[in-house]
């Protein structure tokens, strides 16, 4: 069974950028049809889907947040990554790596998304932005 972590600092200051990684075992991230998510969920507030890369390494962002977003991915270690750039308080959420069977897509804006959109999850981490 797939499992991921997430790993990062949990507190970054405004206008930082923010990096985390998730590590993934009990399957390929270059595995065929398998899409690498990260997701987060501000303080009482609805996940909110971040961005992607798939399994040919083709990545997919929200709209709301496609200039501060790079994800990428190293296949050696099994992980993936983000960086979001230009943090600020509003940044302040959990944020969880997950693994889908088919790619993302958004019908707004903003890209509000179910836990059960995803088949594996990390368990989230905290990342608190604050000077």
């Known amino acids: 069974q797939v499992q991921l972590q997430e790993s990062g600092p949990g507190l970054v200051k405004p206008s930082q950028t923010l990096s985390l990684t998730c590590t993934v075992s009990g399957g390929s991230i270059t595995s065929v049809f398998a899409y690498w998510n990260w997701i987060r969920q501000p303080p009482g507030k609805g996940l909110e889907w971040i961005g992607s890369i798939g399994y040919a390494g083709s990545t997919s962002h929200s709209p709301s947040l496609k200039s501060r977003t790079s994800i990428s991915r190293d296949p050696t270690k099994n992980q993936f990554t983000l960086q979001l750039t230009s943090v600020t308080p509003e940044d302040t959420a959990v944020y969880y790596c997950?693994?889908?069977?088919?790619?993302?897509?958004?019908?707004?804006?903003?890209?509000?998304?179910?836990?059960?959109?995803?088949?594996?999850w990390g368990q989230g981490t905290q990342v608190t932005v604050s000077s």
């Open positions: 997950a693994r889908s069977t088919r790619r993302t897509t958004c019908s707004g804006y903003v890209c509000d998304v179910l836990r059960s959109d995803f088949g594996s």
